[in-house]
């Protein structure tokens, strides 16, 4: 069965600091991969996917993503965040070659912002 | 504006109580998926409609069912609540069954 792994759960940087999320999948076949953010009070909001195609993913908000397909990881990045970056982070992967958009959601990470 | 709307936002229901909640879904979307997530936890697939049928479902007992009506809004139903399923449930929807989902801000249930 899939399963994706975010290794970090609580997250706290500064204004300006660098971010990187961890993101393990495990699914031996084509993937799509994605990383949700649900920003306080509001709905999950996709924030940025990979079906195919160059690994390096660039999303909303400054957020870039690699897919790196032989470590199974799927690691979101930011160089600068700021104090709305607050919010919690999933990611999420599904079956690919457009089988399906059922998604299995890692646990999230909580990331707080301080300024 | 999230575009899927959930109703009610919040409820509290009794052990052994029934409980219906609804979405609508984005404009021009026919596929809704529902999710639940517990506190501390992601969201779990829990099934998928489509043409008014059931699609695909995850690892959910059948107390937990659902209908979708021909304006492509759908209904969730949990029998006989137990107090593990307190959650937030999710309501997505999308154009078709790969495109990525839109969610809805959720229904908490709290079941006493």
């Known amino acids: 069965a899939q399963s994706v792994s975010q290794h970090n759960h609580h997250v706290i940087l500064s204004e300006a600091a660098s971010l990187e999320l961890g993101c393990n999948y495990s699914?031996?076949?084509?993937?799509?991969l994605f990383w949700y953010v649900q920003y306080p009070g509001q709905h999950l909001q996709l924030l940025l996917k990979y079906f195919s195609g160059d690994p390096l993913v660039k999303g909303i908000k400054g957020f870039e993503a690699e897919f790196i397909k032989s470590k199974f990881s799927f690691n979101l990045r930011k160089p600068s965040v700021q104090w709305s970056d607050t919010a919690e982070y999933f990611c999420a992967v599904n079956q690919g070659g457009g089988a399906t958009n059922k998604l299995i959601f890692g646990t999230g990470t909580l990331l707080a912002v301080q300024p | 504006d999230a575009g899927v709307t959930q109703s009610p936002t919040h409820l509290i229901k009794t052990r052994g109580q029934q409980v219906t909640l609804r979405c609508s879904p984005k404009s021009g979307h026919d596929t809704v998926s529902w999710y639940q997530q517990a506190l501390g936890q992601g969201p779990q697939f829990i099934f998928q409609y489509y043409e008014e049928e059931e699609r695909q479902r995850g690892n959910f007992p059948d107390r937990f069912s659902g209908h979708q009506f021909p304006n492509y809004s759908s209904e969730l139903n949990v029998n006989a609540l137990l107090l593990g399923d307190s959650a937030l449930y999710l309501c997505a929807s999308s154009p078709d069954r790969v495109t990525p989902l839109h969610f809805g801000n959720g229904t908490r249930l709290t079941v006493t």
């Open positions: 699914y031996g076949g084509t993937v799509n």
